[in-house]
């Protein structure tokens, strides 16, 4: 983490990228032994947190405004290392995150700009709440209602459902920690069935007409989800190491920009220590296999497009050799957390997303949230609308490879 500006944060296009730096930090924490590194980088997020959970007013924000992504990230930056998420950087996230619910259990955006809430934030704020005793069940019953006819998750609400690894990887965890056997069951079996057989992710949910591609963010959160949901992640990790530079560092598309990215890094850490958000830092949850009881299954109040399974999913791999070297996240900014939205590339890779509902530019320049490897981003229209659409496509480009809020 050597790269990180004023060693305490990271810098992307617009200026300090709060999403990734949230990602480091998770990073950080599951990687373990990193305490100096890790306090600089809390520090930096606890003196920046309005600016990235309330936006920057200097930028046409409301002063109100609240972004519910980055919130619930946030709020499990907080946990996972130790501090108290209902007073982080003078904020009670978790209050802010409640207040964020809606009546059908989607957590949305509150912005001047408009409501960029995905996937990606729900989980992040589902495994926030749950951490901190428990997410009221319409927040659950709305991730679940997200869920694809395949079992994954797509890095955006409505529209084609386009299943992607790292929204995927970062749903199986909230599901996990909110003990939903089937959808839980139905999204290790989506991992399962679509890691490809070097051990890596491909995600072409930000732009189905793109050739996916094995990238190094969509890998890392769709591992997270795995060990969350006690299933098999030798192959990622042997991929993962497989990648590894020479400085320690992991590019976000090694076949076509083998150079070390750091938001990538940042979200592959957790995946090589063999981590999940849900079991990092203090009074952690439980991995546990999901297991799909139809005769027990509660139904959801949300209609849902998960596929009905009828035994937990186990881990059919055989035993990869590990590799000799070692090396976590990721996200989100939202990367990747994550996510989730490694670092942002000009061609669309997923896997590049934070994982929560990406701002827009004058936002986004504060750091996004969602990225863990593919931030989605509602457009608008006309003259200066278009430079402005063209700013939030960049961000757009997160997942998955990597951003994930």
């Known amino acids: 983490m050597a790269s990180l500006a004023g060693g305490d944060h990271v810098v992307g296009p617009f200026g300090p990228d709060l999403g990734q730096t949230a990602d480091v930090a998770l990073g950080l924490a599951a990687a373990g032994g990193q305490g100096p590194a890790l306090a600089k980088v809390v520090a930096y997020l606890k003196a920046n947190a309005a600016a990235y959970v309330h936006g920057d007013p200097s930028f046409g924000e409301k002063p109100d405004a609240n972004y519910a992504g980055p919130t619930g ?43 960029f809430s995905n996937p990606l934030g729900q989980a992040f704020d589902v495994l926030a709440l749950q951490r901190a005793g428990g997410a009221p069940r319409p927040t659950i019953d709305a991730l679940i209602a997200a869920q694809c006819s395949d079992g994954g998750f797509p890095d955006a609400f409505g529209g084609t459902c386009a299943s992607s690894a790292d929204a995927s990887g ?14 839980a069951a139905a999204a290790l079996a989506y991992l399962q069935t679509h890691q490809s057989a070097d051990g890596s992710f491909t995600s072409s949910a930000v732009d189905p007409t793109k050739t996916p591609v094995a990238n190094v963010n969509s890998t890392a959160y769709a591992a997270l989800g795995l060990t969350a949901a006690r299933a098999s992640t030798a192959a990622a990790v042997v991929y993962l190491r497989s990648v590894q530079n020479p400085d320690g560092g992991l590019p976000t598309v090694p076949s076509s920009s083998p150079s070390s990215n750091l938001f990538a890094t940042a979200q592959a850490l957790a995946a090589l220590a063999a981590r ?19 005769a027990t299954a509660v139904p959801t109040t949300a209609p849902t497009g998960t596929p009905t399974a009828t035994a937990s999913p186990t881990t059919s ?16 900014t939202p ?68 951003r994930h809020a």
């Not at 970062?170 to 959808?183: I, K, M, N, S």
């Not at 958000?277 to 999901?290: I, N, Q, S, Y």
Request: glycine residues 10%; charged residues 10%.
């Open 276 to 294: 999940s958000f849900l079991t990092v830092g203090p009074a952690p949850l439980p991995a546990v296999a999901p297991v799909c009881d139809t």
């Open 170 to 183: 970062l749903a199986l965890q909230a599901l996990v920690a909110a003990d939903a056997g089937c959808p």
């Open 335 to 402: 990367s990747t957390a994550s996510s989730s939205s490694s670092t942002s590339t000009p061609e669309v890779v997923a896997g590049t997303s934070t994982g929560a509902g990406t701002p827009p530019p004058a936002v986004a320049a504060q750091g996004d949230l969602p990225r863990t490897g593919a931030d989605l981003l509602t457009p608008v229209a006309s003259g200066f609308v278009l430079l402005f659409l063209g700013l939030i496509l960049l961000f757009a480009s997160r997942r998955r490879a990597g």
């Open 317 to 332: 791999r055989s035993a990869v050799p590990t590799s000799s070297t070692a090396t976590r996240p990721p996200t989100v």
């Open 73 to 115: 990230k946030l709020a499990v930056v907080a946990q996972v290392t130790g501090n108290d998420p209902t007073s982080f950087g003078g904020l009670d996230l978790l209050a802010e995150l409640r207040t964020l619910a809606s009546p059908t259990g989607r957590f949305l955006d509150d912005s001047a700009f408009g409501d």
